[in-house]
């Protein structure tokens, strides 16, 4: 009789009484998880929907069973003090990504490293941007297997905290166009003068800057980026390559025109070239060397 006494009077202290409503709420939490899972499983026969389902509803009840827990051990102004500073901490935890992205949303908002129709690379991920939102951005996917910077079809979501942690690369901010190659080999023995001449004109007939105006209006927004570029007019350079001379067009052009623009620029070198005996476009070859025949006669004093 002593012991039941002292048992039940041990239940009157606030500790004892905490633990108990605790663990009434754990196993009540654990139970509810229990039938939710089995309800969902016989509700929804599709295992992704199931999945979510199931996520979903576990952290909702978990989420209030921590309250309530809190709210036990943690009861009157002292603790709901305590309970808000440690949810508060908590809360920064559980949604760091979010509350990253959403700070990066502001930082886009305000900064304006891209606006929406602007053509960006983030990471390895490239596209035009065609909508913010305060958690992620999308693209219009380019690249990736498509070549020349034009569209795969795919659309792709981003999470905004990627500007804190990824450069970005912007084709059209501040300065509009981008410079692209176009390399041309022809062979050793072709006139490479004549050849480049003629390059050259068909790089300037294609050239986003073929104005005065134009060049001014590129070389007012590089200031704004302090870049500097000696040259905005199209070059031609020369170097060698194993199979023969070759000759590299660098141009400017519009960012969502590279592949049009090469285009073109091939097409007339290939009808300049198909005029002129004297330039042939080189492409890599084999030389089978027979001794017999091409190599010196016997007692000539080289070998045979």
Known sequence: ?????????????????RSLFSGIVILTTLLILRLLSKLLDQRIDNLTKRYTARKTSAYIVVTFSALILLNIW?????????????????????????????????????????IPGDRVQVGETAGDVIDQRPFAFTLLEIGNWVDADQSTGRIVHIPNGVVFTQPVANYAQGFSFIWNEVPVMITFESNWQEAKKQLEEVAERHSAIRNETAEKEVRRAAQKFLIYFRHLTPIVWTSVADSGVVLTIRYLCDPRKRRSSETQIWEDILHAFAAAPDIDLAYPTQRFYDNAKEGAPPGSGHPS
């Open 74 to 114: 943690l009861g009157g102004m002292k603790g709901f003090a305590a309970y808000l500073g440690i949810a508060s901490a908590g809360l920064a935890i559980a949604l760091k990504d979010p509350l990253t992205n959403l700070a990066a949303w502001l930082f886009i908002i305000g900064r304006k490293p891209f």
């Open 1 to 17: 009789m002593n012991i039941w006494t002292q048992f039940t009077n041990g239940l009157h202290s606030p500790l004892a009484l």
